[in-house]
């Protein structure tokens, strides 16, 4: 792997959870691999009062809490703690910043050499703006005497495709696009990655990809826990823009993209663009009936009583906020005309779990089944992102004995198998990805507004339809019961998977 270049990268809102739970836990990892530059120096920037060693003596008591056990050496954990520093600031006020130049000045050593920058900005959206004029104001947005400069968000990207216009446009002022790097930490994830290398690197999958063998294509992201004390943020998001508009549109395009000429950052991203593209719009009645909303209600689940989405800390007690939605889209091109590609996200599921699944067409002519069930087996291909991450294709074979009975059996892959190979968590990626320059994994602009540009409408349609249909689904269920129509097609229904990626077809999360 590429060592970086050195640079010093700035954290704004270091004091957050972001910063303790994945970034630094992330750098700690990549440390740990030595993949870090020589002298690395890591700036925390935030509102909270502390100093150098305050917030050293901080994350000395959070960061062993968030990495793994086989990594907590002493001596390793104390010299990169050495490596961070911190300044406290208004980040609102633009006078202010003058006490992160003469921080840098100091950080950039008595060489006086001019350092790369990497500016990561883990705090609310409403600051992107601000924080960016002010590092415009004092020269910090461009490359400098053949030192380069990044600027890392974390997404919402926008709320709507106004507002993310309108951010794209801000950022743009001041820092080209080759310098923004979006998070989507989905991307970061080494099996959504792995869509990419399963359809590119084996001859036999990309052949059968596409309308004349696929019949529809899932993809699933359940989540078993709830809002959690993030219900104000969630009450003005809800499952379309939390989930749906960047991360599960984004594997749909992963899955869904043409093969790109050459493996660069362009390249690919321009691929995912064109899926973006594609998406055929939905109309007033398309949504109503291609979409399914859900909340969930309090219910008991496993002996424990759960709480309703609207009983959650800073929810409204009339919230029609979703909790879950279920989509069936289309995506209108060459390749996928008329096949359906399903989506479905929840909160408070059975289980914790996202895969995607290529449903592939029956055969043309049934040769050995004998009943109706039988004839609309079909073969699947799973993309299993997390956990059990691995791959499972289910086939047809013959059960032993007389006669030609068929019973579909599993041929699996798990990373697991790996033995001591890591699955590395999506912020390592990223962060390092960012270091070396590539933007592959990273959301371009123009792909963040067509995916608003598809998901506006629905949005536009549930605020001035205020009696569009919500279902309740009690917390612990596997969503509302209109979402199994959703699926077109007698006996086909989602795929209800488990924790394990060989276990489906039960409710087996005990
Ligand atoms: C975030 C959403 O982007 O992704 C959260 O805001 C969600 O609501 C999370 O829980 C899921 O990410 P992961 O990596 O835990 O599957």
Same mark, same amino acid.
């Given at each position: 792997?590429?060592?970086?270049?050195?640079? $010093?990268?700035?954290?704004?809102?270091?004091?957050?959870?972001?910063?303790?739970?994945?970034?630094?836990?992330?750098?700690?990892?990549?440390?740990?691999?030595?993949?870090?530059?020589?002298?690395?120096?890591?700036?925390?920037? !935030?509102?909270?009062?502390?100093?150098?060693?305050?917030?050293?003596?901080?994350?000395? *008591?959070?960061?062993?809490?968030?990495?793994?056990? *086989?990594?907590?050496?002493?001596?390793?954990?104390?010299?990169?703690?050495?490596?961070?520093?911190?300044?406290?600031?208004?980040?609102?006020?633009?006078?202010?910043?003058?006490?992160?130049?003469?921080?840098?000045?100091?950080?950039?050593?008595?060489?006086?050499?001019?350092?790369?920058?990497?500016?990561?900005? %883990?705090?609310?959206?409403?600051?992107?703006?601000?924080?960016?004029?002010?590092?415009?104001?004092?020269?910090?947005?461009?490359?400098?005497?053949?030192?380069?400069?990044?600027?890392?968000?974390?997404?919402?990207?926008?709320?709507?495709?106004?507002?993310?216009?309108?951010?794209?446009?801000?950022?743009?002022?001041?820092?080209?696009?080759?310098?923004?790097?979006?998070?989507?930490?989905?991307?970061?994830?080494?099996?959504?990655?792995?869509?990419?290398?399963?359809?590119?690197?084996?001859?036999?999958?990309?052949?059968?990809?596409?309308?004349?063998?696929?019949?529809?294509?899932?993809?699933?992201?359940?989540?078993? $826990?709830?809002?959690? =004390?993030?219900?104000?943020?969630?009450?003005?998001?809800?499952?379309?823009?939390?989930?749906?508009? =960047?991360?599960?549109?984004?594997?749909?395009?992963?899955?869904?993209?043409?093969?790109?000429? @050459?493996?660069?950052?362009? %390249? $690919?991203?321009?691929?995912?663009?064109?899926?973006?593209?594609?998406?055929?719009?939905?109309?007033?009645?398309?949504?109503?009936?291609?979409?399914?909303?859900?909340?969930?209600?309090?219910?008991?689940?496993?002996?424990?009583?759960?709480?309703?989405?609207?009983? *959650?800390?800073?929810?409204?007690?009339?919230?029609?906020?979703?909790?879950? @939605?279920?989509?069936? &889209?289309?995506?209108?091109?060459?390749? /996928?005309? !008329?096949?359906?590609?399903?989506?479905?996200?929840?909160?408070?599921?059975?289980?914790?779990?996202?895969?995607?699944?290529?449903?592939?067409?029956?055969?043309?002519?049934?040769?050995?089944?004998?009943? +109706?069930?039988?004839?609309?087996?079909?073969?699947?291909?799973?993309?299993?992102?997390?956990?059990?991450?691995?791959?499972?294709?289910?086939?047809?074979?013959? @059960?032993?004995?007389?006669?030609?009975?068929?019973? +579909?059996?599993?041929?699996?892959?798990?990373?697991?198998?790996?033995?001591?190979?890591?699955?590395?968590?999506?912020?390592?990626?990223?962060?390092?990805?960012?270091?070396?320059?590539?933007?592959?994994?990273?959301?371009?602009?123009?792909?963040?507004?067509?995916?608003?540009?598809?998901?506006?409408? &629905?949005?536009?349609?549930?605020?001035?339809?205020?009696?569009?249909?919500?279902? !309740?689904?009690?917390?612990?269920? /596997?969503?509302?019961?209109? %979402?199994?129509?959703?699926?077109?097609?007698?006996?086909?229904? /989602?795929?209800?998977?488990?924790?394990?990626?060989?276990?489906?077809?039960?409710?087996? *999360?005990?």
């Amino acid at each position: 792997m590429i060592k970086p270049a050195e640079h $010093i990268l700035v954290i704004f809102g270091a004091s957050g959870d972001l910063t303790k739970r994945k970034l630094l836990p992330a750098l700690f990892e990549l440390y740990y691999q030595k993949l870090l530059p020589d002298t690395y120096s890591v700036l925390g920037v !935030g509102r909270t009062t502390l100093d150098d060693s305050s917030f050293r003596e901080r994350m000395h *008591e959070e960061l062993p809490q968030h990495i793994a056990k *086989e990594q907590h050496n002493r001596n390793l954990l104390k010299s990169f703690i050495h490596k961070l520093h911190y300044i406290s600031l208004n980040t609102s006020v633009v006078k202010d910043y003058q006490k992160l130049i003469d921080k840098l000045i100091i950080l950039c050593g008595d060489s006086n050499q001019t350092k790369n920058y990497i500016f990561y900005l %883990a705090t609310p959206p409403s600051l992107y703006t601000t924080i960016t004029e002010a590092l415009a104001y004092y020269g910090l947005n461009s490359n400098r005497n053949n030192a380069w400069t990044r600027i890392i968000i974390e997404k919402p990207f926008g709320y709507d495709l106004k507002s993310a216009k309108e951010l794209n446009g801000k950022l743009l002022r001041y820092f080209n696009e080759d310098q923004i790097y979006r998070i989507d930490h989905f991307l970061g994830k080494e099996t959504v990655q792995n869509v990419m290398v399963t359809r590119f690197s084996n001859g036999i999958f990309e052949p059968l990809w596409n309308r004349n063998y696929v019949h529809h294509v899932e993809i699933t992201s359940a989540e078993s $826990i709830g809002v959690e =004390n993030r219900g104000g943020y969630y009450e003005r998001s809800g499952a379309l823009r939390d989930m749906v508009q =960047n991360h599960l549109l984004q594997i749909a395009a992963l899955i869904a993209m043409e093969p790109p000429s @050459v493996n660069n950052p362009t %390249a $690919i991203r321009n691929e995912t663009l064109k899926v973006f593209q594609s998406f055929k719009p939905l109309n007033r009645s398309d949504i109503e009936d291609q979409i399914i909303r859900g909340q969930y209600t309090s219910s008991t689940f496993r002996g424990n009583k759960m709480k309703g989405y609207r009983d *959650e800390k800073g929810v409204g007690l009339e919230s029609r906020t979703e909790t879950y @939605v279920a989509i069936k &889209i289309y995506i209108d091109n060459w390749r /996928w005309g !008329g096949v359906p590609f399903y989506i479905r996200t929840g909160k408070r599921l059975p289980t914790r779990v996202t895969e995607a699944v290529i449903h592939f067409k029956p055969t043309p002519h049934k040769l050995f089944c004998f009943d +109706e069930m039988q004839m609309n087996r079909d073969n699947q291909l799973i993309i299993r992102i997390q956990p059990d991450e691995g791959l499972l294709l289910k086939f047809g074979m013959k @059960v032993p004995g007389t006669g030609f009975r068929v019973q +579909e059996v599993n041929m699996d892959f798990h990373y697991s198998d790996l033995g001591d190979v890591k699955v590395p968590e999506a912020y390592q990626r990223l962060l390092l990805d960012c270091m070396n320059g590539d933007a592959t994994l990273f959301t371009r602009g123009d792909a963040v507004e067509e995916a608003w540009r598809f998901i506006d409408p &629905i949005l536009e349609y549930w605020k001035s339809n205020s009696k569009n249909i919500l279902h !309740g689904y009690p917390a612990g269920t /596997w969503g509302p019961k209109a %979402a199994e129509e959703l699926i077109e097609g007698k006996y086909l229904t /989602w795929r209800y998977p488990c924790k394990n990626l060989t276990n489906d077809g039960i409710f087996c *999360e005990l």
